[in-house]
């Protein structure tokens, strides 16, 4: 009853469909009990002539044949009860589900990133495709059985009780002795469902990581620990397997012996009764037809226990993504009146170690800013919460002088473009890849962001230019061309602010050239903040902001921030004693974005 009430609760607007699948179930399962109540008509003159009280249309001659036109609409009926609501359970399970998997798309969507980044990828997929699927076969499949094992037993004991108390009395024993194995099967398994999902989601995520990195795990053969994991996981979908399977095993045979037990001290009971004579041969008869065939659905009902506490588990699973917060923003804002970004004593740290500590820093409009600093400093956190990724767990971030908690999750996306390594194509046609930066754009507006990214190359090459789809997300495309066609996204885009993260450092020197060439295109006028993991390629930008630790050191022009001799003239120094610093010094562009610095 749990399950059907949690369903119900899930089911939203198939509510009222679940609802009416449940009665044509039972509607069903009365047309069902209709032959078994004709046979025993049929069979009642012969076996009790003296007592019979049948009336005459079921007595008289004509009898067979109204017994039969009953027996037709019976089967009839039993078909169309059954059609009906399958129709409606099957096709409320599909809509609802789809229905389930909009909404955590939707929810997921609108979550702080953080969030989706301290979670496994493939714990999350799980949610969306294996526990909705769970959910899924419920009104349609599990439901039918769940109405008969819920009604044909009661229907058999208000008959038994009406025929002898005694043996309603011995088939409610046996059906609360199954009953209670059944509730005890539950408890032993909520344990085994819940490891066996994770155990899943687990899998999940390792099969994943193994179908993206899979040219990685060829290049170092077997002896990666990536494989090593994937055993893991296998091993432990394996075992939570087995481990249901064997917590199912006892009660599965229990609840039969149980329901055999009843029906065996029913037959002593019917058999003491008959000779006493105390019982007639019809009602005998009704009383084994009840036993035999009423309560057989109950038999059945332990096999599909495991899967209702399944989707128990899958609803409590999509409940907990659904419970998370999203964060506070208003609805409507007006856009900040200029693009300024400015860090005020912000602290922020993943967990309890703070990873910034009270970062204060302007980045002017329309100029180029950098962020410098050693590994872990920090650096990728500021982007990430200009994003609005997390919020500061003290302190604030402003565009415009307008606190980004302020903006609604639409706004800072509209301000903020992003040009990082990780980059995301759809495979769609190159149109509407184009148009995620902005969907009504023009034919003409995105020949013209191509030609700016660079791509004009690229676009001639495809079969079907603009209509060529991606295959496998762009999967075929180069670093470099993949790069370019992000780019073109942001020309469409065109954000008053641009966040470059490590966008250039693994491409060819081709590549690189011509994303520069773009990069320098796109960030001409805009604010930029650049996240510079390479220290040669922000000499030029109109301030440079050095962390150390999370803590800001010093921030100015390079040839300030090198005569200071502080920190940077430090960071530099290191460089230039390290290998190769002169070819990288003279040759790597002077400046990153020429066009863009204030
Ligand atoms: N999602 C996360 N969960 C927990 N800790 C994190 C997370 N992301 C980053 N960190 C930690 O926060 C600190 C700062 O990381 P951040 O990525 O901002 O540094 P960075 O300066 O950009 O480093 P790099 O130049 O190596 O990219 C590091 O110690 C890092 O391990």
């Given at each position: 009853?749990?399950?059907?009430?949690?369903?119900?609760?899930?089911?939203?607007?198939?509510?009222?469909?679940?609802?009416?699948?449940?009665?044509?179930?039972?509607?069903?399962?009365?047309?069902?009990?209709?032959p078994?109540?004709?046979?025993?008509?049929?069979?009642?003159?012969?076996?009790?002539?003296a007592?019979?009280?049948?009336?005459?249309?079921?007595?008289?001659?004509?009898?067979?044949?109204?017994?039969?036109?009953?027996l037709?609409?019976?089967?009839?009926?039993?078909g169309?009860?059954?059609?009906?609501?399958?129709?409606?359970?099957?096709?409320?399970?599909?809509?609802?589900?789809?229905?389930?998997?909009?909404?955590?798309?939707?929810?997921?969507?609108?979550?702080?990133?953080?969030?989706?980044?301290?979670?496994?990828?493939?714990?999350?997929?799980?949610?969306?495709?294996?526990?909705?699927?769970?959910?899924?076969?419920?009104?349609?499949?599990?439901?039918?059985?769940?109405?008969?094992?819920?009604t044909?037993?009661?229907l058999?004991?208000a008959?038994?009780?009406?025929?002898?108390?005694?043996?309603?009395?011995?088939?409610?024993?046996?059906?609360?002795?199954?009953?209670l194995i059944?509730?005890?099967?539950?408890?032993?398994?909520?344990?085994?469902?819940?490891?066996?999902?994770?155990?899943?989601?687990?899998?999940?995520?390792?099969?994943?990581?193994?179908?993206?990195?899979?040219?990685?795990?060829?290049a170092?053969?077997?002896?990666t620990?990536r494989?090593?994991?994937m055993?893991?996981?296998?091993?432990?979908?394996?075992?939570?397997?087995?481990?249901?399977?064997?917590?199912?095993?006892?009660?599965?045979?229990?609840?039969?012996?149980?329901?055999?037990?009843?029906?065996?001290?029913?037959?002593?009971?019917?058999?003491?009764?008959?000779?006493?004579?105390?019982?007639?041969?019809?009602?005998?008869?009704?009383?084994?037809?009840?036993?035999?065939?009423?309560?057989?659905?109950?038999?059945e009902?332990?096999?599909?226990?495991?899967?209702?506490?399944?989707?128990?588990?899958?609803?409590?699973r999509v409940?907990?993504?659904?419970?998370?917060?999203?964060?506070?923003?208003?609805?409507?804002?007006?856009?900040?009146?200029d693009?300024?970004?400015?860090?005020?004593?912000?602290?922020?740290?993943?967990?309890?170690?703070?990873?910034?500590?009270?970062?204060?820093?302007?980045?002017?409009?329309?100029?180029?800013?950098?962020?410098?600093?050693?590994?872990?400093?920090?650096?990728?956190?500021?982007?990430?919460?200009?994003?609005?990724?997390?919020?500061?767990?003290?302190?604030?971030i402003?565009?415009?002088?307008?606190?980004?908690?302020?903006?609604?999750?639409?706004?800072i996306?509209?301000?903020?473009g992003?040009?990082s390594?990780s980059?995301?194509?759809?495979?769609?046609?190159?149109r509407?890849?184009?148009?995620?930066?902005?969907?009504?754009?023009?034919?003409a507006?995105?020949?013209?962001?191509?030609?700016?990214?660079?791509?004009?190359?690229?676009l001639?090459?495809?079969?079907?230019?603009?209509?060529?789809?991606?295959?496998?997300?762009?999967?075929?495309?180069?670093?470099?061309?993949?790069?370019?066609?992000a780019?073109?996204?942001?020309f469409?885009?065109?954000?008053?602010?641009?966040?470059?993260?490590?966008?250039?450092?693994?491409?060819?020197?081709?590549?690189?050239?011509?994303?520069?060439?773009?990069?320098?295109?796109l960030?001409?006028?805009r604010?930029?903040?650049?996240?510079?993991?390479?220290?040669w390629?922000?000499?030029?930008?109109?301030?440079?902001?050095?962390?150390?630790?999370?803590?800001?050191?010093?921030?100015?022009?390079?040839?300030?921030?090198?005569?200071?001799?502080?920190?940077?003239?430090?960071?530099w120094?290191a460089?230039?004693?390290a290998?190769?610093?002169?070819?990288?010094?003279?040759?790597?562009?002077?400046?990153?974005?020429?066009?863009?610095?204030?």
């Open positions: 009853m749990k399950a059907i009430r949690q369903l119900l609760r899930v089911a939203g607007e198939e509510g009222p469909a679940i609802r009416r699948a449940i009665l044509w179930r039972l509607a069903e399962n009365l047309c069902l009990v209709l078994m109540a004709m046979i025993f008509a049929a069979l009642l003159p012969v076996l009790d002539p007592r019979q009280r049948l009336p005459e249309w079921l007595s008289g001659p004509l009898a067979p044949l109204w017994i039969g036109l009953l037709l609409v019976a089967y009839l009926g039993q169309f009860c059954a059609n009906r609501a399958a129709d409606l359970g099957y096709g409320a399970g599909y809509r609802l589900t789809a229905r389930l998997r909009a909404r955590l798309v939707d929810h997921l969507a609108r979550l702080p990133v953080g969030y989706l980044r301290g979670r496994d990828t493939g714990d999350v997929t799980a949610v969306l495709m294996q526990d909705v699927t769970a959910i899924e076969i419920m009104p349609g499949l599990l439901l039918p059985r769940f109405v008969a094992a819920a044909l037993p009661l058999g004991i008959a038994a009780f009406a025929v002898e108390p005694m043996a309603g009395l011995v088939l409610s024993g046996a059906l609360a002795l199954a009953l059944l509730a005890a099967c539950q408890r032993m398994l909520r344990g085994a469902s819940e490891r066996r999902s994770a155990a899943m989601a687990k899998l999940n995520g390792r099969l994943l990581e193994f179908v993206r990195g899979i040219q990685v795990v060829r170092f053969n077997l002896a620990g494989l090593r994991e055993d893991a996981a296998l091993a432990a979908a394996r075992d939570s397997g087995r481990d249901i399977t064997m917590r199912f095993v006892v009660p599965a045979s229990a609840a039969p012996v149980a329901l055999a037990l009843g029906t065996g001290l029913l037959l002593a009971l019917v058999s003491e009764r008959l000779v006493a004579g105390s019982l007639s041969a019809a009602g005998a008869l009704l009383l084994l037809l009840v036993a035999v065939r009423l309560f057989a659905p109950l038999a009902a332990v096999d599909f226990s495991a899967m209702v506490r399944q989707m128990e588990v899958a609803i409590d409940d907990a993504i659904l419970a998370v917060p999203l964060m506070a923003a208003p609805n409507d804002a007006s856009l900040p009146p693009a300024t970004i400015r860090f005020e004593d912000v602290v922020f740290g993943y967990g309890a170690t703070p990873v910034l500590r009270g970062v204060s820093f302007t980045a002017e409009a329309g100029a180029v800013t950098a962020i410098v600093g050693a590994t872990g400093a920090g650096k990728t956190t500021i982007a990430r919460l200009l994003a609005r990724e997390w919020d500061p767990e003290a302190g604030r402003t565009i415009g002088g307008v606190d980004l908690r302020d903006l609604p999750a639409a706004r996306a509209e301000l903020i992003v040009v390594q980059i995301v194509h759809f495979s769609l046609s190159l509407d890849n184009l148009r995620i930066g902005r969907p009504d754009a023009t034919e507006e995105m020949r013209d962001a191509l030609r700016a990214a660079r791509c004009e190359d690229l001639a090459r495809l079969p079907e230019g603009l209509d060529t789809v991606l295959q496998n997300a762009g999967a075929a495309l180069s670093g470099g061309e993949r790069q370019r066609l780019l073109a996204r942001l469409l885009k065109d954000s008053p602010i641009v966040v470059l993260d490590e966008a250039t450092s693994s491409l060819d020197v081709e590549n690189e050239r011509l994303v520069q060439e773009a990069l320098a295109e960030t001409r006028g604010t930029v903040l650049v996240i510079a993991h390479r220290l390629t922000v000499r030029g930008a109109a301030k440079i902001v050095v962390l150390e630790h999370g803590t800001l050191r010093e921030q100015g022009s390079h040839e300030a921030l090198r005569a200071g001799g502080g920190a940077y003239a430090q960071l120094a460089l230039r004693q290998p190769g610093w002169r070819r990288i010094d003279s040759d790597a562009p002077p400046l990153l974005l020429p066009g863009a610095a204030g």
